[in-house]
């Protein structure tokens, strides 16, 4: 007779089993209809093959499309479908990596001398999916280093047999499905049955091992669902996602641009992209002076010792600028990667009390890495870059509180901005392999502790991630869903117990001993230009009225009207409120259409009606007219709109 197990499902029941059932058992003990959508199953934390043996008691979750675990991997699974119709259709290929990404999978590949075109892809397509059809199984496989080594040798991809370079004997494994193996950890889905619909949406360059002395792959970037209509509800997203694209906007409002002579990855701002900047920058400010914030300001570059002593120098040394040679030999100074050395030395250079703490130290600073050619992207991956970065410097013991403060902000940053749709993932230690980390267990609970009470106290929709954590300290990250449903990490708040020991940080404490601060690091907003790309790609253009760069313009219906036209805007600039007149020689509804495109919120039509009764007539960008008012009263309207979207309830 079998041994039984007993397995315990995520609502708590418990039920038993035959040892060696799985997770596809599990299901269609269940239901049936379970069993046809389980893509996995995450068994004692670890996600598994659904028709994996399970052998002792564990805790078991099925995985199906709703589960991020499960889409990747679905995605997982597709990228080895994506290699075996390649394989197919060109023989002899070579083949990187393929995993999972948050919006599909890739996989680099060596086509040795063929250069893949984009018309090609339709037919890689339709390869996968007759590939998909076959419903070939995915079957896991150990095997020794010896023979996986002799089974690539004999292939003669140089690329596996790199990867099994860093590999143990006795961790190995291959995936097989229908005539395609390939070295992988997994999990994968039962069949490929289960892949109804592919689109290969990109291909591009990558180095391999991302080492630009390396020989460049072809990366070809694919999503696939398990139903037709998904795709094409994708497809539509993605149409969408074009019209909002931050490169194709940030031209068309005239907000940024970038030169070869100034360098990639080093973008310029237009005069109203400078305006948006800094009411961006102003906003957070004036939020940061009413919650005690210290503003401060370092320099673009700083001696190697310093980020040697910081440990960036380790960390972002081969991705950052190379250091420069002053005239004294042997003196080398790097652009900075980082805004926390300098402001640790702020903090050093007097002694503190435990009545100064907490000390708040904010600076919108400038940051430099060097980030590899093929990896930049608009605004989203620069090579120099403003940090919204704030260091507090506190005890031990107020380390929650200042943990809720800062949430405070960060979510009075998303409500003004539009962000409504946010997770707040918890990074903790990995308990299962605590050298990672530096500091003693006591400073590491307290510091969990107050984040995990801060976040409840919040009431944050949080996610816990064991061994998230960065190896100084634990941390909140804020993931944010824009209108299209994507998601990105805007704004953290992380602990950090290095750089004050690094530093020699001290305070003396009520018992007249000296103490370390623990120091938090923020950032609200991050990158800011990450930020404007993603409020851009958010808000299709259409900032709040707060924010937008030109707020209103004013159209005289002809030259006799620009006299008043003038007039208004002057007693409009005494408001703050910002404008410009249009008084080309067109035709009215051709400065309203040129209004809507470049998407500035108001239209101020002044024609001899408006002159006489000192009125202004007024239309909203998207909505139309909204009727005539006076001066004093639009002033009012206006500032009411803005007075709501940035009030703190």
């Not at 039962?190 to 391999?208: D, E, S």
């Not at 914030?293 to 002593?309: C, F, M, N, R, S």
């Amino acid at each position: 007779m079998s041994q039984q197990i007993k397995i315990t499902l995520p609502d708590g029941s418990v039920r038993e089993y035959e040892q060696g059932t799985t997770g596809l058992q599990i299901a269609a003990s269940i239901s049936e209809g379970l069993a046809r959508n389980v893509l996995a199953a995450k068994v004692n934390g670890q996600v598994w093959d659904a028709t994996r043996p399970i052998d002792s008691d564990a805790e078991v979750q099925l995985l199906t499309w709703n589960d991020g675990d499960g889409k990747n991997t679905f995605w997982h699974s597709s990228a080895h479908l994506l290699a075996e119709a390649l394989e197919a259709l060109y023989p002899g290929i070579k083949f990187g990596i393929g995993p999972p990404i948050e919006t599909g999978f890739y996989y680099d590949v060596d086509f040795g001398d063929h250069t893949l075109e984009g018309a090609e892809l339709e037919k890689i397509e339709q390869k996968m999916i007759e590939l998909a059809r076959q419903k070939n199984e995915y079957v896991r496989k150990d095997i020794s280093k010896q023979d996986a080594v002799a089974y690539f040798q004999e292939k003669g991809d140089e690329y596996k047999l790199d990867l099994l370079e860093g590999l143990e004997d006795g961790s190995i494994t291959f995936y097989e499905q229908g005539n395609f193996t390939d070295l992988c950890r997994g999990p994968h889905i039962p069949n490929t049955g289960f892949i109804k619909a592919v689109k290969l949406t990109n291909i591009a360059g990558a180095y391999w091992r991302g080492d630009e002395n390396r020989k460049m792959l072809t990366r070809i970037y694919g999503v696939t669902f398990p139903k037709a209509k998904e795709l094409q509800e994708y497809m539509t997203m993605l149409e969408e996602a074009k019209k909002r694209d931050h490169r194709k906007l940030g031209r068309e409002l005239e907000l940024f641009t970038f030169s070869e002579k100034v360098g990639m990855g080093l973008p310029l701002w237009l005069p109203k992209g400078t305006l948006l900047r800094e009411r961006l920058v102003s906003f957070l400010k004036k939020a940061q002076d009413k919650s005690g914030y210290q503003q401060v300001t370092t320099p673009h570059i700083g001696h190697k010792a310093l980020y040697e002593t910081s440990g960036h120098y380790e960390k972002y040394g081969k991705d950052s600028f190379q250091p420069i040679a002053t005239p004294n030999e042997g003196e080398e100074f790097l652009l900075k990667p980082m805004n926390c050395p300098h402001h640790c030395e702020i903090y050093k250079y007097k002694p503190r009390s435990y009545k100064e703490l907490p000390i708040r130290y904010a600076e919108f600073g400038t940051v430099y890495r060097y980030e590899q050619s093929g990896e930049l992207h608009g605004l989203t991956r620069v090579r120099g870059f403003t940090q919204d970065d704030a260091h507090i410097f506190c005890r031990p013991d107020q380390v929650k509180e200042e943990f809720i403060k800062v949430i405070d902000l960060v979510l009075y940053v998303f409500k003004a901005l539009g962000f409504d749709d946010y997770t707040a993932q918890i990074s903790l230690r990995d308990p299962e392999n605590p050298s990672k980390y530096i500091g003693g267990d006591e400073a590491w609970n307290k510091a969990e502790t107050a984040i995990i009470e801060a976040a409840a106290e919040k009431g944050l929709n949080t996610v816990t991630e064991l061994g998230e954590a960065a190896f100084y300290g634990p941390k909140l990250d804020f993931m944010v869903k824009d209108a299209l449903g994507r998601k990105w990490q805007l704004g953290t708040i992380q602990v950090d117990y290095q750089l004050p020991d690094r530093f020699q940080l001290e305070y003396i404490g009520s018992d007249n001993q000296k103490h370390r601060p623990v120091m938090i690091h923020r950032a609200p907003f991050g990158s800011l230009e990450r930020f404007v790309a993603v409020l851009i790609e958010h808000c299709a253009g259409n900032f709040p009225l707060w924010l937008s760069p030109e707020q209103l313009t004013i159209l005289p219906i002809s030259e006799k009207f620009v006299g008043y036209a003038e007039e208004i805007k002057a007693i409009l600039d005494e408001h703050d409120i910002s404008g410009s007149i249009d008084n080309r020689d067109e035709k009215i509804g051709r400065k309203i259409r040129d209004a809507e495109v470049k998407k500035i919120p108001f239209m101020i039509i002044v024609g001899e009606k408006e002159q006489e009764e000192r009125k202004l007539s007024v239309r909203k960008h998207g909505e139309g007219d909204i009727g005539n008012f006076s001066p004093e009263e639009f002033i009012k309207y206006f500032q009411g709109i803005i007075s709501e979207s940035l009030s703190r309830e």
